[in-house]
């Protein structure tokens, strides 16, 4: 995920290249039967950016997880949520 909103930020010229853009992810698993399920998965980014350019970010970070093919291929199955926080450069 982390991956596509980094390409999708890149393709709009903001730079998220070079450990501008770092993710925490973090899982909520449950037992079933016995059995460790993952039930919900959250990628917390931190991008380092001017804050001018905040409306486009929320703009991507609001479009860009049906792009990415983790989420389209898991979001049926696992509660799958993203946020970003804006850090000024």
Do not use: K, W
């Not at 931190?46 to 804050?51: F, G, I, K, N």
Request: aromatic letters at 4%.
């Amino acid at each position: 995920m982390m991956g596509t909103f980094g390409g999708a930020l890149e393709a709009r010229q903001i730079d998220a290249s070079n450990g501008r853009l770092t993710a925490d992810v973090t899982g909520g698993v449950e037992s079933e039967e016995g059995v460790l399920v993952i039930r919900r998965i959250h990628v917390a980014m931190r991008l380092v950016a001017p804050e001018e350019l905040r409306a486009t970010i929320e703009r991507v970070h609001g479009v860009y997880a049906m792009r990415c093919p983790l989420y389209r291929t898991l979001h049926n199955a696992i509660q799958l949520t993203s946020s970003f926080e804006l850090v000024a450069s």
